[in-house]
């Protein structure tokens, strides 16, 4: 009796993969079927004929697979296999594979995947602005890694930095306090806040919620509040505080080649770029203005063809793209801002602080948790061991609604944490014994429905 293998999927002409394949194949997760091929598919799980199984015989040992050798699917953390050396397992991330060394493919990866540390430009040191009031512009949710920015750009290179905080509805108690705490301590940096109307947002919210089962929108929707604001203000940088683990996230993810990686430093492709912005008479770009058109048009407009042809979807920022054209007005600001950034070359630099770097080689949580306590006022999560997104209160909606429908193969997108949290153990940035201790306690991972997911249903149904 032959049967497709656990986490392989027959679905029209092709045999779709959701989980993480081993290196070499980590990202060659679809098998087109022939016709013939796809008959004797759709007949699984079956006896098959000496013909058949030449007819499948690319197939049979990989996708497809005697009944006794299908893979069983861990139910819990306590039946999962765990990586050798990083916290992945088959249970966060069912259909992850391990080599004979006992190594998941972020593992196996690593030297790889060592340089890949930002899509947009890194930059670490910044000149003072002569045609602005603010140096630098970030946007602050008040958790650990954007308290860390502005600390470091505040405090460290004692620029005068624009803070720019999305109230959302879901604003922790405790990153509401660092928020209000950073005012109080941080005297070069100046707070401005939006809002988003009830109205609106519980438009946008409900249509996302239809499309991710969660209706988590940042940063993306905070970038359409506010880029106005920095043409405006005539801000040069506008600074991402992302840690390492969520940029390397994309590409595990199969949402940035190796290539997106290395645009900034592609001086052909960039001066081919500017040529053709000149012969239309528009300004060059600047490092990470290119980024920052590409991800504010994005936005405005949706994915460009391109991308879409070349297989490197977003989901994300795709399904909040769709979600914010229920309420279409608040996109108005962002197109004439666009427009008139790009006409005259007033286009804030989209870039990266390298956390690793500034912090003298690892990004350690622990570490860093400890310096922004003191420093900026910080207020912790009551969850003592949490590390990952610390300022909101539906994260763990977030990433359970992620899991399960990963797990459930109704999405190809692996769970952006369990990518995030495996990563940061292999990379230093926080322990083994650490990253299992939040994997458990504090993250979303659960076939069972979290109790925090009442919290947005609460908030559409008011």
């Known amino acids: 009796m032959y049967d497709i293998q656990s986490r392989w999927r027959l679905e029209g002409s092709i045999l779709r993969y959701y989980g993480l394949r081993n290196q070499p194949d980590t990202f060659k997760n679809t098998v087109r079927l022939t016709k013939k091929q796809r008959a004797i598919v759709e007949r699984l799980p079956c006896e098959l004929t000496p013909k058949e199984a030449y007819a499948l015989k ?107 905080t999305w109230e959302i509805p879901y604003m922790s108690d405790c990153a509401r306090r660092s928020v209000e705490n950073a005012k109080a301590t941080l005297d070069s940096v100046e707070f401005i806040s939006r809002r988003v109307s009830s109205d609106d947002l519980k438009r946008i919210y409900k249509k996302l919620y239809s499309l991710n089962g969660n209706t988590c929108a940042c940063p993306s929707l905070a970038y359409v509040l506010f880029y106005s604001e920095l043409v405006a203000n005539k801000v040069p940088y506008f600074v991402a505080g992302n840690e390492p683990a969520q940029m390397l996230g994309l590409y595990f993810n199969h949402m940035a080649p190796k290539f997106a990686y290395t645009f900034a430093q592609n001086k052909v492709l960039n001066f081919l770029l500017n040529v053709g912005r000149v012969l239309t008479l528009r300004p060059p770009l600047k490092k990470g203005q290119f980024h920052t058109l590409a991800t504010m048009k994005q936005l405005a407009y949706g994915d460009s063809r391109l991308k879409n042809l070349a297989g490197y979807r977003n989901p994300l920022v795709q399904n909040v793209c769709e979600a914010i054209r229920e309420a279409p007005n608040i996109l108005t600001p962002l197109k004439r801002a666009i427009r008139a950034s790009s006409r005259t070359g007033n286009i804030p630099a989209f870039v990266q602080v390298d956390f690793d770097e500034i912090s003298g080689g690892a990004y350690e949580w622990r570490k860093i948790k400890d310096i922004i306590i003191r420093e900026c006022g910080w207020v912790a999560p009551e969850e003592a061991d949490k590390g990952l997104h610390t300022s909101c209160k539906i994260e763990k909606c977030k990433e359970h609604s992620q899991f399960v429908r990963f797990y459930e193969m109704k999405s190809t997108m692996i769970p952006f944490s369990a990518l995030e949290i495996a990563i940061a153990g292999r990379s230093n940035n926080l322990s083994r014994e650490e990253a299992l201790s939040e994997l458990k306690s504090s993250l979303g991972f659960s076939l069972e429905e979290i109790p925090e997911c009442a919290i947005m249903r609460e908030y559409l149904e008011q």
Do not use: H, W
């Not at 080599?99 to 003072?128: H, W, Y």
């Open 58 to 164: 690319n197939l049979i040992g990989v996708q497809i697979v005697k009944s006794e050798d299908k893979i069983a699917i861990p139910k819990g953390f306590d039946e999962a296999r765990f990586c050798k050396t990083c916290v992945a397992n088959d249970f966060m991330i069912p259909g992850i594979e391990f080599d004979a060394e006992g190594k998941c493919p972020i593992c196996q990866s690593a030297d790889k995947t060592k340089e890949l540390k930002s899509i947009v430009p890194i930059v670490n040191t910044f000149p003072r602005s002569k045609r602005s009031r603010f140096d630098v512009a970030v946007f602050y949710t008040g958790g650990k890694d954007s308290t860390y920015l502005l600390y470091y750009l505040s405090k460290k290179l004692k620029l005068r930095v624009l803070a720019l």
